[in-house]
Every structure is written in structure tokens, then in C-alpha cells.
Nanobody, 122 residues
Framework: QEQLVESGGGLVQPGGSLRLSCVASGFTSDYHVVGWFRQAPGKEREGISN????????YYADSVKGRFTISRGSAKNTVYLQMNSLKPEDTAVYYC???????????????WGQGTQVTVSS
């Protein structure tokens, strides 16, 4: 019933940009935080950004700070991740998730999307 769907991934050259979308549906209670995570092959899932839904305050991991921007969409249940100046090391499956607290730990989040692949390569 509760569902998160990511979209917008793809293949991009180094230095390029992508905008990922996360759309939530079927939620019957409020959630406070949407987080973006990524996981590269052989690596643990890494929290990269959070947004606090009530006021739109945004938080970033050092690995993406200054390059990525999280924002609320015009639709109530949509969050975006604008990714600029992409690097090969950004290659990963990107996930959005909802949870009760600001956190970069995957275990703190409750509902997850299926992920969207981002590949940065020349």
C-alpha cells in the first residue's frame, strides 16, 4: 500500500547533471523526513541527503555537499535530488526513503523505493 518510486536515473558523462524524483503514495500517516541514499557495488548503503518536510530544511553528506540539492516538489508527496558536477564515483543505485528523524543511517528509515541507477562515465 505504501510506495515510494524513484525515477530520473541514467547514464551521464562526468560533469553532467541529473534530477532524481521520489514520489510517495499510499501513506496514511505523516512522515517527517525524506532521505536519499546510494549504494555502489560492493559498498554499504550511504546516506547523502535529508529533507525535513515541515520546513524544507536540507542536509548533505560531505561527499555531495555543494553539488547536490534536495528539495520539495510542487506536488505534496514529491521530493527531488538535483545532482550537478557528477563524478564517476557518484555511480550507484540511488534510493529514497521516509522516516521519523533526520539521519544518514539506513536503519533509521522505514519505507524504501526500488532504486534508480545512476552511471557517470565517459
Amino acid at each position: 500500500q505504501e510506495q515510494l518510486v524513484e525515477s530520473g536515473g541514467g547514464l551521464v558523462q562526468p560533469g553532467g547533471s541529473l534530477r532524481l524524483s521520489c514520489v510517495a503514495s499510499g501513506f496514511t500517516s505523516d512522515y517527517h523526513v525524506v532521505g536519499w541514499f546510494r549504494q555502489a557495488p560492493g559498498k554499504e548503503r550511504e546516506g547523502i541527503s535529508n529533507i525535513f518536510i515541515s520546513d524544507g530544511s536540507a542536509y548533505y553528506a560531505d561527499s555531495v555537499k555543494g553539488r547536490f540539492t534536495i528539495s520539495r516538489g510542487s506536488a505534496k508527496n514529491t521530493v527531488y535530488l538535483q545532482m550537478n558536477s557528477l563524478k564517476p564515483e557518484d555511480t550507484a543505485v540511488y534510493y529514497c526513503a521516509t522516516g521519523p528523524v533526520l539521519s544518514f543511517r539506513a536503519a533509521d528509515f522505514v519505507s524504501w523505493g526500488q532504486g534508480t541507477q545512476v552511471t557517470v562515465s565517459s
